[in-house]
């Protein structure tokens, strides 16, 4: 019964910023590291970012040093803040658990399209 909603996408023009954010029924976050992830037309879905339940993150290759992940335990939220926006990063985010055995249904995603 837990139930992931994605939130904050949007068309935006190279170079620009958009904030996702992240909201989990029950308190999953506070115990469970959680990641970003991406799903491209016709590409396979992939991690972009990843925090511990203590604030460590890791990043995707390809969004290091423009991406910045963080959460927020008690609200059971997690945010994805994209900077420098380019037209590759297009592709519906997804949130979930990372590095952990217990994966919960994927929600619907939101959609980031960066297009001039």
């Known amino acids: 019964q837990v139930q992931l909603v994605e939130t904050g996408g949007g068309l935006v023009q190279p170079g620009g910023s958009l904030r996702l954010s992240c909201v989990a ?3 999953i976050f ?3 590291p959680m990641g970003w992830y991406r799903q491209a037309p016709g590409k396979q879905r992939e991690l972009v970012a990843g925090i511990t339940t203590s604030g460590r993150t890791d990043y995707g290759r390809s969004v290091n040093g423009r991406f910045t992940i963080s959460r927020d335990n008690v609200k059971n939220m997690v945010y994805l ?3 420098s926006l380019k037209t590759e990063d297009t592709a519906v985010y997804y949130c979930n658990t990372y590095l ?3 994966n ?3 929600g619907q995603g939101t959609q980031v399209t960066v297009s001039s």
């Open 100 to 102: 952990s055995n217990t």
């Open 104 to 106: 919960y249904p994927w």
């Open 30 to 32: 506070s115990i469970y």
């Open 25 to 27: 029924s029950g308190s």
């Open 81 to 83: 803040q994209m900077n």
